[in-house]
Each structure stands twice: as structure tokens, then as C-alpha cells.
């Protein structure tokens, strides 16, 4: 069965520390790997991966994939409150299908 | 903003009955896909409409269905509701076929099923 497997299940941190973020996978013709972020309601679009080995950058967080040992990190460095959210990976196949991991709650206090 | 519709923001029910949530996606989006999220579940494929038609089926009950009309907005139907049904209901859309791509979400419909 199909499956997305998210670590930490929660995260308490405080204002400045670094924070790694973890998603494995198990998915029939895997095709990406995407993560979101939610605050308050709906998602919001982080990162797509596809590829292996090559990470994505975007302000203070960054991705990376690893096709081969199933699974993807998000970093997050200096943190701040407003990366306080609920954070989604999930994994997209070529059957039109996505599965959800049940994502990691990330507290940052100030 | 992410240029998803979604109505209502809140409906109250009461078990037996029949709701329909709306959704319109972003423009030039063809696929929309509906999740719901319980409190103690993530989120939850439901169905994915493309260009009119049902492209894929996920954990989505009998007691549920979907339609995407011609200017390519989406219903939700829950009908004979429970109490269990009771959780966020989210529309996402996205420009292709493929569910592995970028997907935009609306604010979702929060149900309570009384």
C-alpha cells in the first residue's frame, strides 16, 4: 500500500535554531515529491522535487530528494515564529495519484 | 491568495442530511481535486475532476460524490452525513492532468455534522 511517512510528528524550537524536517515514501510509479506548508488553513506551496541529489533553495528553507533510500528533508535555518505551521509532504505518482503524509507540527517560540 | 474559491466557509448540519461545497478554480486551471481533513487525519484524497471528467478516485465514500461542470468550477456532494463526516474540506486545482503537479488550494469549507 501506498504510503507517506512524516518525522517528527511535532517540533518545538526555539527563534534562531535550525530545524530538519523528514518525509519517506512508498509510492507505485513515483513521479514527485511536493511539500506545503499550513498555517492556518489551506496549504501553501513549498517545493517540488524530482530529481535526486539536487537541492532546492528558497530563502531560509531548502529541499532535497533521494530517490533511491525514499525519502526527502526539508531544512528550515534561523528560524522565526512565522515558520510556525504545520508542514505537508506528499508524494505524487503517474497514476494521477497524490498521498499526503499527516505532516510535522513545527512550533517556534520566540 | 491563491486564486481558489471556495464556498461556503462554514456550514452546520445536522446527521441525515445532504450538503454541497462549491469550488472554482484558479483561472486557466483544469484539474480540480477535493481532500478532506479531519482533526486527528492529514489530508485525505477524495476525487480529481480533469476538463469535465473523473480522473481519479481516492478514499472518497459511496456517500459522496463530485462534478466539474463546463466552466470547469466543482461540486461536492455529501449526502446522509454523519457525525464522523465532520472536517475541513479542501478544493485544489492545477493547470495539468498529473497530480504530481503544483497544486493551489482554497481556504476550505469546515463542516459540522450535528
Known amino acids: 500500500e501506498d504510503k507517506v511517512v512524516q518525522s517528527p510528528l511535532s517540533l518545538v524550537v526555539h527563534e534562531g535554531d535550525t530545524v530538519t524536517l523528514n518525509c519517506s515514501y512508498e509510492v507505485t510509479n513515483f513521479r514527485s515529491l511536493l511539500w506545503y506548508k499550513q498555517e492556518k488553513k489551506a496549504p501553501t506551496f513549498l517545493f517540488m522535487l524530482t530529481s535526486s541529489g539536487i537541492e532546492k533553495k528558497s530563502g531560509r528553507l531548502s529541499s532535497i530528494l533521494d530517490k533511491k533510500e525514499l525519502f526527502s528533508i526539508l531544512n528550515i535555518t534561523a528560524t522565526q515564529t512565522g515558520d510556525s505551521a504545520v508542514y505537508l509532504c506528499a508524494a505524487g505518482s503517474s497514476a494521477s495519484k497524490i498521498i499526503f503524509g499527516s505532516g510535522t507540527r513545527l512550533s517556534i517560540r520566540p | 491568495d491563491s486564486g481558489v474559491t471556495q464556498t461556503p466557509k462554514h456550514l452546520i448540519t445536522a446527521t441525515g442530511q445532504r450538503v454541497t461545497l462549491r469550488c472554482s478554480p484558479r483561472s486557466g486551471d483544469l484539474s480540480v481535486y477535493w481532500y478532506q481533513q479531519s482533526l486527528d487525519q492529514g489530508l485525505q484524497f477524495l476525487i480529481q475532476y480533469y476538463n469535465g471528467e473523473e480522473r481519479a478516485k481516492g478514499n472518497i465514500l459511496e456517500r459522496f460524490s463530485a462534478q466539474q461542470f463546463p466552466d470547469l468550477h466543482s461540486e461536492l456532494n455529501l449526502s446522509s452525513l454523519e457525525l464522523g463526516d465532520s472536517a475541513l474540506y479542501f478544493c485544489?486545482?492545477?493547470?495539468?492532468?498529473?497530480?504530481?503537479?503544483?497544486?493551489?488550494f482554497g481556504a476550505g469549507t469546515r463542516l459540522s455534522v450535528l
Open positions: 485544489a486545482s492545477s493547470v495539468g492532468l498529473a497530480a504530481s503537479n503544483i497544486q493551489y
